[in-house]
Nanobody, 125 residues
Framework: QVQLVESGGGVVQSGGSLRLSCVASGDILSVNAMGWYRQPPGTELETERELVAVIAGAGNINYAGFAKGRFTISGDIATKTIHLQMNDLKPDDTAVYFC???????????????WGAGTQVTVSS
């Protein structure tokens, strides 16, 4: 069994900052990538989540356009812990933020997508 546990989030005024953290645990053989997605208000499908930032093997990092210059992803997939520092938050950043990991569990030769439960980020104007 694999779990992703998120922490952080909350309510902040426009221009403020928040820090999210995510820890993966369980029967994990290897982690290929970990990152953050967000689901805007009014959407429900997993397919409607949008990438925020991701760390892949060898430390490769990618950001969505809206995150560049304001958000910083850090951590290490080897330690199965990542963080997302979000600065200069705007009302449009209001969403449920989900931790995602591409993981190969013990006892299988396949990789699977895993999601955390999500944490609400609300930015007031």
């Amino acid at each position: 069994q694999v779990q992703l546990v998120e922490s952080g989030g909350g309510v902040v005024q426009s221009g403020g900052s928040l820090r999210l953290s995510c820890v993966a645990s369980g029967d994990i053989l290897s982690v290929n990538a970990m990152g953050w997605y967000r689901q805007p208000p009014g959407t429900e499908l997993e397919t409607e989540r949008e990438l925020v930032a991701v760390i892949a093997g060898a430390g490769n990092i990618n950001y969505a356009g809206f995150a560049k210059g304001r958000f910083t992803i850090s951590g290490d997939i080897a330690t199965k812990t990542i963080h997302l520092q979000m600065n200069d938050l705007k009302p449009d950043d209001t969403a449920v933020y989900f931790c995602h990991a591409d993981i190969r569990p013990w006892g299988t030769d396949r990789r699977y997508n895993y999601w955390g439960a999500g944490t609400q980020v609300t930015v007031s104007s």
